[in-house]
Structures are given as C-alpha cells and as structure tokens.
C-alpha cells in the first residue's frame, strides 16, 4: 500500500469517531424552570415535573376516598389513554390512577424525540411523589405497560428507587440488545448514528402480519387517535432498545412486591428474554400467564381477567389472583418457592 493510501486510511480511520460522535442519538435534555416554578405538582390535565415541563395527565378517580394508588406508565408510542379500559374499573374498586404521558409522546414536549432514561425515570420518581402529597396514607403502585414497564424496572432497580410500594408489569419491553438479533442490532446502531432523526415506518405488510392485540376494534380506534404515534424516528428506537437491556437485566434488582404480567400470544416483545427476565423475579413476587393474552393485555378481548388480577395485586399483593392464571414458564410459584 502506498503512503498516501496508508496515510488516507489513517485519516479515515482516526475521524470515523468524530464524525459518528458529531451524529449521535439525539436525547432530550432537562429543561429549566422559570422564575414562577413552585414545584412539582398535578395542574388540571398537565403533570409539572422537577425541571417545569409540562407532561400530559389524565386521572380516574373514584368517587369516595381512594383505598389506594397506581401511577400508570404507557407504552412506547402512547400516551396515558392506554389506562382508558383498566382504569375506570379499578375506580369503582377505589383505587385512584394518574397516568402521565411521557417525555416525546402524547401531550408532552418534544414529541417523538427520545426523552432518555435518565430524565423518563426521574419523571416517574417525581410523579410518585407528587401522588404520596396527595395521598400519603394510601399504598402506590406503579404500573408499568410495555415501554412504560422498562421504564418503571430501571427506576426501581436504581440506586434512588420511586418511594412507591408495589410494582405491575404489563408484558414489559425487556428485548435489549442481549437478544437482538445480530443484523438488527448492528443496523439499527448505525441508522441511529448516521441518519437518526430519519422516521422509520413499518411497511404494510408488518403491520397486518404483527398485531398488539385481538381487539381489533381498539386497534382501529388506536389508528384514528391523533395523540398517538405511528413510527419512530431511528435514534428514538435506539434509546428504546438501551432501555429494554437494562430493562431485561435490571429485574433481578427490583426490592419491591412485584407481579409480571405475560400474554402468550405476545408478537411485540418475544417470550425468550420476556421469560429470562421473568425469571429473575424474587420467590415472593408473582408472575401470570394468559394463553388467550396479547401484548396489550388491559386492551384484549379478555382484559377483564387481566384488569380485575391487577386490581388485586394492587389492593393485595399476597392475594391469589381472581382468574387463577398459570405462572410464566420456569418461574417459581409461591407454592414453589415455600417448598425450597
């Protein structure tokens, strides 16, 4: 090889880092409140967060005095209407949910840019908060759906974990670069280096040959909503897929009374790592398995069996689920696990 073709190389080789560094993912970063900023709190149908940003909010109420508490995490590309079915049922039963949109979707700034781990778990931290002011003799649980689910995991499996007491994951998305296949993953690293902000939409036949439920009436009221997204830019499904790995990882961390939610018919997040991480849950947390469940396990056709099983975890953690549904495969049963 020549001197000028070793020396061009070189050169290649020493800016390549630059110029993929000069292109990295775009993350949202953490505002700056104004002079009037009183603090974080619950303001008509907005959420205010620690650094003044304005996320949206919808909350069910029950009619008397709430027995207790969820705060409730969408999924990637939602917003809080995800709760629309679940919610309403577990305020006749008393239980009080916030439901926030987070950073990037729904009514919140910046939306479909990526709003980042750091700033989506400190959002949850604060929305705990705010929720034990309101009603701090009351028990919280977070409730976590797919995206939101690996969200409230690495929250929980922080060093500075929400101050809530029970833990709900909705087939949370815990498919992280640990089990991406190799194409996809060294794919998508570069598209989200080199052309991040470029929309990626799945083409026609992914989205007729993959479904997120049976409920195909939901799913067409899904398409019609504005507030909903319909795509991701590249660089916000690679911050997707940090999160679901430290998601997938991070079960084993959780302190907190914790039920795992699974539908086998789950077309999103693949039972392989869905059961790995599941199995990483302490002897006392508990797991359910619904043969007939899909991905959005609160929005199927039997949902009333999953909403009425979280409602019960919610108002008892230790209560046996009402529809009486198998555990995730290779986890331990509390009956399992008292028999060690």
């Known amino acids: 090889m020549s001197v000028a073709m070793n020396r061009r190389a070189f050169l290649l080789s020493a800016t390549a880092p630059v110029l993929l560094a000069a292109c990295a993912p775009i993350v949202q970063t953490q505002g700056v409140p104004g002079m009037d900023f009183i603090g974080p709190r619950f303001d008509g149908e907005d959420f205010v967060s620690f650094d003044g940003a304005r996320l949206g909010l919808t909350s069910w109420l029950p009619d008397g005095p709430p027995r207790a508490v969820v705060v409730a995490l969408h999924g990637m590309n939602d917003y809080a209407n995800a709760f629309h079915f679940a919610a309403p049922v577990w305020a006749r039963a008393g239980i009080a949910t916030y439901a926030f949109d987070q950073r990037g979707f729904g009514r919140s700034p910046e939306r479909g840019v990526w ?89 026609r036949w992914v989205t007729d040959r993959v479904r997120p439920s049976d409920n195909l009436e939901e799913l067409i009221a899904m398409g019609r909503d504005p507030l909903m997204i319909w795509g991701a830019r590249n660089d916000t499904l690679f911050g997707l897929v940090d999160l679901m790995e430290g ?84 986890v331990p049963t509390r009956r399992d696990a008292s028999a060690v």
């Open 247 to 330: 998601a997938w990882a991070g079960v084993g961390r959780l302190q907190v009374p914790t039920g795992y939610f699974y539908g086998a018919n789950d077309e999103i997040i693949p039972s392989e790592p869905s059961f790995q991480a599941a199995r990483r849950l302490k002897p006392s947390d508990r797991s359910a398995y619904y043969v007939e469940g899909w991905h959005l396990l609160i929005r199927d056709r039997q949902r009333e069996r999953v909403i009425a099983d979280v409602q019960s975890f919610i108002l008892d953690p230790g209560a046996p689920f009402p529809s009486r549904p198998p555990g995730i495969p290779g």
């Open 115 to 203: 709003g980042g781990e750091a700033l989506m778990t400190r959002d949850l931290r604060t929305c705990v908060e705010v929720v034990r002011r309101l009603h701090p003799d009351l028990p919280v649980t977070v409730v976590g759906e797919s995206m939101g689910g690996a969200v409230a995991i690495s929250a929980f499996a922080s060093q500075q974990p929400p101050n809530a007491h029970r833990l709900a994951l909705l087939t949370p998305a815990v498919w992280g670069w640990s089990s991406q296949p190799l194409p996809y993953k060294t794919a998508l690293w570069f598209t989200a280096h080199l052309a991040g902000e470029k929309v990626i939409r799945p083409p």
